[in-house]
């Protein structure tokens, strides 16, 4: 008889046995984990419901495994503090985790445990010193009982329960419901957590994903199959989510952004799932390391710095909340570029993030959108009405790339969609018969470009142009694909796209969208003007980053006339009727309508599109990222706009996510802070850390709190060493200032504070020595290819290095080191190790920093201006909490100079004995100094020097 599908499900069919195979395992054998006391007190109480066995489920004890060989006694005489809990059985992978995870889910706390094993027999001898949560031993004839229930049930082996997967009502392409039923239960439950689960996922990778033997795969393919099985788990919730998303049908949030700086994926996603301890032991019995495993993933080189960082935390934080959002940006092939040091110079290197592949990331090639450029625009007549046409000279195609994100404790999962450029035709065969191979592949070279790198040098003519490519290609592609999603579920109606839809447009870089949601609505869709620019008005929002008229970008006209012509015609409509609306408001003001103009006329003829302007006219809301910042927009740039639009302007401090950049990064300070406050909730409402107020003065705490702060500091000493080759203290101050490099950012005045406090020890006799607290000051960040000063400031610091890292007069009482190729995994070992951090950019130039956010976190104290969120800090954590020094923005003018002492150290080493080989790299710097004056980007009203001094005194 021949069974249909339905039938054959659940009937298991033989296995065949495969051979076991004698080829030495480069991980050695399979072996188990023994946990330490601290470790068994850390188990989560989340991962009850994560598929392991728990208190309630004692009464599967009832009929137990006939093979199992399994002793359970609790004995109380045995010690005068804790009940002893003797437990012997078989041996298993995974049982060590699930035995201490009952035990506190049965309220025991594991004081000390004996764990044996006997690995030839496969069998273990465990011995438990437990107390009740409260307190004493476990002595009522109930308690025991049931500790045996359950601890004889989890020894013999029985499975845990698997957790359900949501049915959902969406309508299925497979229409036969007993198909539909079928399809469903072969995958109604998630992925199990336990350890044996997971080691069948990465084992299963291993051979099935990446065609490795299990008798040979080294820590990077380890790393791979973990991802992957990773991933699984990941897909099972992206699709659960997206499928909700779909049939609630709720508003959405796309967040557009140049940049994502997503840092690594391995041990946040173990975090956020909380499996991080199943993953540890099932690698551990493996034969790998967690730590080494997590140290093959490459930073993602999707960003640069706080403006990519700002967009990560915001989907970490938007997952968390369980918001319906997307992130969507560009699938940078070689990121910005990877930093090298050479002799002090920066050197930039494609950052080949993806020469082995991105496990996290699922290719969507069904995904795809035609890109245009180029060409011209003409007019028909269609049914009655003017219809524009763009005649594309040039066309690439965007591929998705999707990302999922998760959320912490949470089954939502969001998504980051990247792009990347394809060519339209792959391969011009014709061209290559006729034996023109340059040809034949120039297109699809020409095409890829687009998404190869971060920031392309815009100094000439041609980086321009890549860059605003770059620009329209993410957000036509990005537009395209929220436009089919919202048909698909509105096919008839467009008024409910601002109801479903919403665009946060991160800086300047993604404002392109404007014009081109326009051309999509009038042009693809045939909406008049009047409903297109109503529904582009109530579904965009801007946040702006700077404070600097000169960082705001600007587009020469000539240049978007002929990369964009159809977007120009509709800048030129937007501008027009504009300005129609200003002078309905102030009259025939023509110095205000020339302020207030998106197009910008030049001095010389030539005209540019103010692309902060369009986002300010095209936006329903515009905001900044700190108090100081939004009033300063409100009062500089934007300041016609906001009288013009008075509700239009807004604050919105940046943030960061305390997951990462505390719980993740910092997991001792983690525990301290549970510890101290009783519970672990203020990974989800940071609001409970004012609870440690009231422990501050607690010498334990204080002594913890130190011991955890050096166990950091060793860690960051041993990388520092490790990439510099400089080995520092780790007793020393840890003085650490990590941004990208900028003049107004004034690393440069970091230098000159540690010349001094350099010139100063030289001038010290032996005695006064003893008595200084010996500093460690790290610099990193990266300076723009075409940024030429930041480069040799670069150089400057790295110089600097050499001169005092080799004085042996001076030897551990002070060192400078440049940390190289800063990133995101760096800033995990820096920020927990930091004791000082320097914010020291000149009052109303800095919009808000995040990275003061992290370190501050991290129980690290700032040296810092009153520039963007140092004010809000300060407010909260209190003004003697933190280093203030320097003028206050509504007070900085004409600088009045470097004081003679500082200036005297900056002569001594910047220009001091005659070096023909060396002066010349500092001749710009040393031109900032020049007759006793210096730029405000620099310096700015300085008493950098007693300021450094309060914090030796403190510190004392």
């Given at each position: 008889m021949r069974l249909s599908s339905t039938q054959c499900y659940g009937i298991a069919a033989a296995s065949c046995a495969r051979p076991i195979i004698s080829v030495p395992s480069c991980a050695g054998s399979l072996r188990r984990s023994v946990a330490r006391p601290a470790q068994l007190q850390q188990r989560e109480q989340q991962r009850a419901q994560r598929g392991r066995l728990v208190a309630c489920q004692v009464a599967e004890a009832s009929s137990p495994a006939e093979t199992a060989d399994v002793q359970i006694d609790v004995n109380n005489e045995e010690d005068a503090q804790f009940s002893v809990l003797y437990l012997s059985g078989a041996s298993r992978p995974g049982l060590l985790t699930a035995l201490s995870a009952a035990m506190r889910d049965l309220g025991l706390v594991v004081n000390k445990a004996i764990v044996e094993t006997d690995s030839q027999n496969k069998k273990i001898a465990d011995k438990f010193f437990v107390t009740k949560r409260d307190g004493g031993k476990v002595t009522e004839a109930e308690e025991v009982n049931?500790?045996?229930?359950?601890?004889?049930?989890?020894?013999?082996?029985?499975?845990?329960?698997?957790?359900?997967?949501?049915?959902?009502?969406?309508?299925?392409?497979?229409?036969?419901?007993?198909?539909?039923?079928?399809?469903?239960?072969?995958?109604?439950?998630?992925?199990?957590?336990?350890?044996?689960?997971?080691?069948?996922?990465?084992?299963?990778?291993?051979?099935?994903?990446?065609?490795?033997?299990?008798?040979?795969?080294?820590?990077?393919?380890?790393?791979?199959?973990?991802?992957?099985?990773?991933?699984?788990?990941?897909?099972?919730?992206?699709?659960?989510?997206?499928?909700?998303?779909?049939?609630?049908?709720?508003?959405?949030?796309?967040?557009?952004?140049?940049?994502?700086?997503?840092?690594?994926?391995?041990?946040?996603?173990?975090?956020?799932?909380?499996?991080?301890?199943?993953?540890?032991?099932?690698?551990?019995?493996?034969?790998?390391?967690?730590?080494?495993?997590?140290?093959?993933?490459?930073?993602?080189?999707?960003?640069?710095?706080?403006?990519?960082?700002?967009?990560?935390?915001?989907?970490?934080?938007?997952?968390?909340?369980?918001?319906?959002?997307?992130?969507?940006?560009?699938?940078?092939?070689?990121?910005?570029?990877?930093?090298?040091?050479?002799?002090?110079?920066?050197?930039?290197?494609?950052?080949?993030?993806?020469?082995?592949?991105?496990?996290?990331?699922?290719?969507?090639?069904?995904?795809?959108?035609?890109?245009?450029?180029?060409?011209?625009?003409?007019?028909?007549?269609?049914?009655?009405?003017?219809?524009?046409?763009?005649?594309?000279?040039?066309?690439?195609?965007?591929?998705?790339y999707d990302n999922p994100i998760p959320g912490f404790k949470t089954r939502n999962c969001i998504n980051l969609r990247l792009w990347a450029a394809k060519p339209s035709r792959e391969f011009d065969l014709e061209a290559f018969n006729t034996g023109d191979y340059v040809q034949a592949i120039l297109g699809k070279q020409r095409a890829e470009t687009l998404s190869s790198v971060l920031y392309p040098d815009d100094r000439t003519y041609e980086g321009k142009e890549l860059r605003l490519k770059q620009q329209h290609f993410f957000v036509s592609a990005t537009l395209q694909d929220v436009i089919r999603r919202y048909k698909e579920a509105h096919p008839n109606t467009w008024d409910l796209l601002p109801e479903r839809v919403a665009f946060q447009l991160n800086d300047t870089h993604p404002t392109i969208a404007v014009p081109e949601l326009m051309r999509l609505l009038m042009d693809e869709n045939k909406l008049g003007w009047t409903a297109s620019w109503d529904i582009c008005t109530k579904v965009f929002a801007f946040t702006n980053h700077t404070v600097l008229p000169e960082a705001l970008e600007r587009w020469p006209v000539s240049l978007m006339e002929k990369l964009l012509p159809r977007h120009m015609q509709i800048v030129y409509d937007i501008n027009w009727r504009f300005l129609q609306q200003v002078r309905a408001k102030y009259g025939d003001d023509w110095e205000r309508i020339g302020r207030m103009s998106i197009i910008e006329d030049g001095a010389h003829g030539d005209k540019h599109v103010r692309m902060a302007y369009l986002a300010a006219v095209a936006s329903h809301t515009v905001n900044g990222v700190a108090a100081i910042h939004s009033d300063i927009i409100k009062n500089t740039i934007f300041k016609d706009f906001a009288d013009l639009f008075p509700g239009k302007f807004q604050n919105k401090t940046n943030g960061v996510t305390q997951r990462r950049w505390l719980a993740f990064c910092n997991p001792p300070l983690r525990k301290l802070i549970s510890q101290t406050l009783g519970s672990d909730s203020w990974i989800t409402d940071l609001s409970q850390l004012e609870g440690l107020r009231n422990h501050a003065n607690d010498p334990k705490l204080q002594a913890a709190w130190r011991a955890v702060k050096a166990q950091a500091k060793q860690r960051a000493a041993a990388k520092i060493h490790d990439?510099?080759?400089?080995?520092?203290?780790?007793?020393?101050?840890?003085?650490?200032?990590?941004?990208?490099?900028?003049?107004?950012?004034?690393?440069?005045?970091?230098v000159l504070g540690?010349?001094?406090?350099?010139?100063?020890?030289?001038?010290?006799?032996?005695?006064?020595?003893?008595?200084?607290?010996?500093?460690?000051?790290?610099?990193?960040?990266?300076?723009?290819?075409?940024?030429?000063?930041?480069?040799?400031?670069?150089?400057?610091?790295?110089?600097?290095?050499?001169?005092?890292?080799?004085?042996?007069?001076?030897?551990?009482?002070?060192?400078?080191?440049?940390?190289?190729?800063?990133?995101?995994?760096?800033?995990?070992?820096?920020?927990?190790?930091?004791?000082?951090?320097?914010?020291?950019?000149?009052?109303?130039?800095?919009?808000?920093?995040?990275?003061?956010?992290?370190?501050?976190?991290?129980?690290?104290?700032?040296?810092?201006?009153?520039?963007g969120a140092n004010i809000e800090i300060a407010e909260e954590g209190g003004a003697d909490n933190m280093f203030i020094f320097g003028a206050k923005a509504d007070q900085v003018g004409v600088p009045p100079g470097l004081s003679i002492m500082l200036r005297a150290s900056v002569a001594v080493y910047l220009v001091g004995p005659a070096q023909p080989g060396n002066l010349p790299r500092f001749d710009t710097v040393r031109a900032k100094f020049s007759k006793g004056k210096s730029s405000r980007c620099v310096v700015g009203r300085l008493p950098v020097v007693p300021c450094s001094r309060s914090v030796v005194l403190l510190h004392r």
């Open positions: 049931n500790i045996k229930r359950v601890l004889e049930v989890l020894l013999k082996g029985r499975a845990g329960p698997s957790t359900p997967r949501p049915k959902f009502t969406t309508v299925s392409i497979q229409q036969d419901e007993n198909k539909r039923e079928l399809l469903y239960t072969l995958m109604d439950t998630y992925r199990k957590n336990d350890v044996l689960s997971i080691q069948e996922s990465i084992v299963n990778h291993v051979e099935y994903t990446l065609a490795r033997t299990r008798q040979q795969f080294d820590d990077f393919e380890c790393y791979q199959a973990a991802a992957y099985s990773l991933r699984d788990r990941l897909i099972e919730m992206w699709n659960d989510t997206q499928t909700y998303f779909k049939e609630q049908d709720p508003k959405r949030v796309y967040y557009l952004s140049m940049e994502f700086l997503m840092g690594r994926s391995l041990l946040n996603t173990l975090y956020n799932l909380g499996i991080k301890d199943q993953y540890a032991e099932a690698l551990s019995e493996l034969g790998y390391d967690l730590e080494t495993i997590a140290e093959q993933e490459r930073d993602a080189a999707l960003g640069n710095g706080g403006l990519g960082r700002l967009a990560a935390c915001f989907l970490d934080s938007m997952a968390t909340l369980n918001l319906p959002a997307w992130g969507y940006g560009i699938r940078y092939s070689y990121g910005m570029f990877r930093q090298s040091i050479v002799n002090g110079f920066q050197h930039e290197q494609p950052d080949y993030w993806l020469t082995f592949g991105n496990p996290w990331e699922i290719e969507r090639l069904i995904v795809s959108y035609p890109i245009k450029f180029y060409g011209h625009v003409s007019v028909h007549q269609e049914e009655g009405r003017q219809v524009f046409r763009w005649n594309a000279g040039e066309q690439v195609t965007a591929v998705a990439l510099t080759g400089v080995k520092v203290n780790p007793s020393a101050v840890f003085d650490v200032q990590v941004k990208r490099i900028h003049e107004y950012k004034r690393q440069l005045l970091n540690i010349i001094h406090r350099y010139d100063e020890i030289k001038k010290m006799t032996q005695e006064q020595r003893s008595k200084v607290v010996p500093r460690v000051c790290v610099i990193g960040g990266k300076a723009a290819p075409g940024y030429e000063m930041a480069k040799r400031i670069i150089k400057l610091i790295c110089a600097v290095g050499e001169k005092i890292n080799n004085d042996k007069d001076v030897g551990d009482l002070l060192k400078l080191v440049f940390y190289p190729d800063y990133n995101v995994s760096g800033a995990e070992i820096l920020i927990p190790a930091s004791e000082l951090s320097q914010h020291i950019s000149t009052a109303g130039t800095e919009a808000s920093g995040t990275s003061n956010m992290k370190f501050q976190m991290n129980g690290c104290l700032i040296i810092g201006t009153l520039d």
